[in-house]
């Protein structure tokens, strides 16, 4: 009888999506984590005051309510609901919707915009529309001019990735939408929600199948190969190789919490504009997923960007350029030459991606793995 088993390394959405598949499938799934909850990046856990806090930072749900991951998801959650909304926080004190929309001009302009029509006018009077842009700076002062690139990207952005916009590539600006009507969502998408009990409940259920093994606290090892018939590595890939053709730059956060009893904020993420260390602030009790909390001592989380120098081991944001795509590309390479072994996730995809994609990336993995062990 040929060996169903397998291993997983990593129990982040792309480690679990991929278990989960092939336990239905008859596979026999150990899968293990270096640290000492499931959920990776994603988890979530209730704090002493009731608050459901994200660990690594605030998690928004949303994608195309057609697709795959979505399907697959409701089968282990039910849904609350939530369109996230985001805003900027300005030099006099004032907040103001972000993504940049008609009510956000008026607040920075101190104008009155009548409708879509007169604010598309106006915001084509501040952009730099002779620019071809080549970079995340010129894309912003094509798309916003350079007040609204000053105020609201410039600083944040070298913030966030540690180096002036001009040196990004054009993708990392490309993903903030240019709006001219009243729309102040953070997102687009057709679906956008969390799940009811958060996401750790989310990955229990999807844990919970009789052909899966999970084990905690468990690093993975190379001699663990020989014992399956694959291994699915959630990984940074250049670690498995020994960083033989050097390391693959990331961005990582530091999270601070402080408590304090202040109202309100105006939503329940508010970006900071300043060139302060922080980049933004979350008040986890304002998330529609929360319960009632038991005192008016609320928590809130700050993020402050660092090099992964500053706090290794926490991979967060690859950073994308010439030079870290090549080196990407040699590991690949290598990493292609052993039939058995595929590797997965943010890290081991050197990639960025939000949790819908990666369910529909991870769910496509399973299914071409699937495949190719009917084709043997
Ligand atoms: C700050 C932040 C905010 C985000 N916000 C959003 C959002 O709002 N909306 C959205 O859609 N997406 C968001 N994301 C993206 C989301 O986190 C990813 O889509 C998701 O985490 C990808 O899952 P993954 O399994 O690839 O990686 P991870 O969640 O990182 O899981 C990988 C797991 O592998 C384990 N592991 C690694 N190496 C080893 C080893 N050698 N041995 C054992 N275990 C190992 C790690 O401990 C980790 O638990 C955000 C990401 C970050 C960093």
Known sequence: ?????????GAGFAGTTIARVLAENGFEVDIID???????????????NNERIHKYGPHLLHGDKHSKAITFLSRFTKWTNYEHKVRALLKDGRTTPLPINRKTLEDVFQIKLKNEFETKKFLDQLRVKELNPKNTDELFLFNFGEKLTNIFFRPYTEKMWGVDPKELEIGIGSRIPVRTNDDDRYFNDSFQALPDKGYTSLFKNMLSHQKINLELNKEFEKEME??????????????????????????????EEKKDSLRKLSAPVINFTDKFKYTRKTQWSLLPNCPEVKSNTFTFTYEIPVDIKKNPGEYYYPIH????????QKYLNLAKQNK?????????????????????????????????????
Request: aromatic share 18%.
């Open 1 to 9: 009888m040929k060996n169903r088993k397998v291993l997983i390394v």
């Open 34 to 48: 270096k640290r000492n909850h499931i959920g990776g990046n994603a988890f979530d856990f209730i704090n002493t």
């Open 226 to 255: 020989s014992n399956y018939l694959h291994v699915f590595l959630c990984t940074p890939i250049d670690s498995y190789f020994n960083f033989c053709f050097g390391t693959l730059p990331y961005r990582s956060l530091i999270f």
């Open 321 to 328: 350029n010439f030079q870290s795509k090549k080196i990407y």
């Open 340 to 376: 058995k072994i595929t590797f997965c996730g943010r890290t081991g995809l050197f990639r960025y991606i939000d949790m819908v994609p990666c369910i529909n990336i991870h769910l496509g993995i399973a299914k071409k793995f699937l495949n190719k062990f009917k084709a043997e």
